[in-house]
């Protein structure tokens, strides 16, 4: 049994004695090209364990959103390895689309509906549960409907419910997109510079929102920011890619930074190393 | 204004006077003409008015004709611009359809209301088929065309959480299309009664059949009466547009144009 049909299962009375630690991300030298000639991400090798919050930072081109397009397999490697929940991923192979309906991906322009109601948006995760027949005529069963409106107001949006999505403002957007990725009752949760370019006060409000969700839901989360300082604050372990390449993994522990990748603790060579990533 | 248009502009103008030569159009002839006009005008203004009666019924079974070969055509260029948009489909779909459809837009509506005539007969029937076989070919047009052109964010956001392809359409394809469906329909049946209002003319309904008949035996008054009649319809249905249009499009279109 994979961890997601497990995940799924257990989803209603979350127990946290059953947090395994298990596995669910892999990659093994993963090499990532869009044009067969320049490599846009190279060595890969990381793993991610269930329930971690995992961070992905970097300055912009340094191959982020290309690692959150392999993990849920809409890019695939031309070299090394990757699982995900043991499956290799890949958007076009059906085998993987039950686990793709577990993963909830946040793309960096949210790829939110325009002209529909934040409800309905909503209303897209549950897509892969529902048949074919009834989502033509838009047709939810009524404890999916529940489930919509329970989640509209944990991201705080019950007052905004039947506002079409182009009316709201960055903040709200970003919680209609966290909305619609949790409706997929998601095992893993990926999103892209979500609260870049969002005012501090918002940010902060969008990145305890989902500290709430993944607390609640027991999920695993891979964000990707530009800003280092959100990683450190939020997550556990914090991989700092640079030209394509892992440079650092860190991780806090009590007040030191500690970086896995070369296991050094010391505080003066990790932050040289990231400040030649910063220039 | 430089050299390079001032000779395009000759050589368009030449162009002009040497073929209506060559088709024999001269302006001394529409000059000359112009007193025949007022013959005309005068006759118009002895209108028959016990005939509004007629005029009126006639109007309104236009209309319908309009109407239903908007609805019926727009019911099925729908599914049709799924077919072939080019985001949509594999090449062996949308080439073929796309072909017939162009093909289908090179009649006008009269040639296909002659094709109808011959095939069920005179009368509305015939009419509405034509209409039916126009709008199926714009709409169909009009739509892929913006399918085609509507944001690819929330595609490839939402079919990778693993949706069935019909569920991507119906979820997301329509609802980012929809805003310019209603106002090309409208313009479709506006546009739909002008067109029918003169398919009369080879047999296939409408007021046109009255229009015709009327100025073939020299009975202006009369026909001018039939004309009033759809200038005052035409008239309406434009002013109604531009109120729904305000009414519902203005909004949505800015929703097109918000980014995130
Ligand atoms: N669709 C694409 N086609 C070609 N090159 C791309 C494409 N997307 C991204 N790249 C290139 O890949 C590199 C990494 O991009 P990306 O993963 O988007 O970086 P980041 O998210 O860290 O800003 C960049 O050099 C970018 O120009
Ligand atoms: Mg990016």
Redesign the interface.
Known sequence: MTLFSKASSTHSFSNLSTISTKTIIQMNDVWASYDAKNYVLKEITLSINSGTNYAIVGQSGSGKTTLLKLINGMMTPSKGQIRVDYQIPNTKNDKFKKSLSKIGYIPQNLGLVKNISVIDNILIGALPRISKVKSFFKIFPQNEINEAEKILHLVGLEGKRDRKTYMLSGGEKRRVAIARALMQKPVLLLADEIVSELDHVTAREIMDLIADAQKKFNLTAVMVHHDIQLGLKYANRVAVIKEGQKILELGVEGDKIVDFQSGNTSQQEILELYNTNES | MNPKNNLIIGIVIAAVVAMSYNIDANPVEFVEGIPNLAIVAKEMTEVELDLFGTAFWSMLETIEMAFIGTVVGVAIALPLSMLAARNLNRKLVYVPIRALLAATRTFPSILWAILFVIMVGLGPFAGILAIIMYTIGFITKLQYESIEAI?S????????????K??LI???VV??S??HLLSQILYMFDYNVRQTSILGLVGAGGIGFYIINYIKFFEYGKAAVFMLVVLITVLLIDWASVKIRDKYIVK?Q???Q?K?
């Open positions: 944001d964010d929330p595609v490839e956001a939402v079919s990778s959480i693993g949706v069935s019909w569920q119906r979820h997301v609802p980012e929809a805003p949505a800015e929703g097109m918000v995130i």
